[in-house]
């Protein structure tokens, strides 16, 4: 027996149904495919920045070849070691600077 869907398809009024969801699940696995991709892949990158971080003999060794006779009581000089060795930016170097004791 013809169905009416069959009809229209050989008419090609319309596709045939079977053959459209069959091509809309494809699209739709295709698109959550990419989107965990990309999940995994900012994942990964958010986790490279964060295991970046310096110890405390790094950031000594970085002042004493940055800045020769290095002083942590000088204030300028505290600073700028700060910002360059530890990433830091003025306001928040400068407290720390202060709290350790720097004028």
């Known amino acids: 027996m013809l169905h009416l869907s069959n009809v229209f398809w050989i008419a090609g009024l319309r596709d045939f149904p079977s053959h459209r969801g069959l091509a809309e699940t494809h699209d739709r696995d295709n698109i959550r495919g990419m989107q965990r991709t990309m999940l995994a892949i900012a994942l990964v990158v958010m986790l490279m920045g964060c295991s970046q ?44 600077c202060t709290l350790k004791g720097a004028r």
């Open 53 to 96: 971080e310096s110890t405390p003999e790094a950031i000594a060794e970085c002042k004493t070849q940055k800045f020769a006779g290095y002083n942590p009581k000088d204030m300028n000089q505290c600073v700028k070691a700060c910002i360059a060795c530890e990433n830091g930016v003025t306001t928040t170097c400068a407290t720390s």
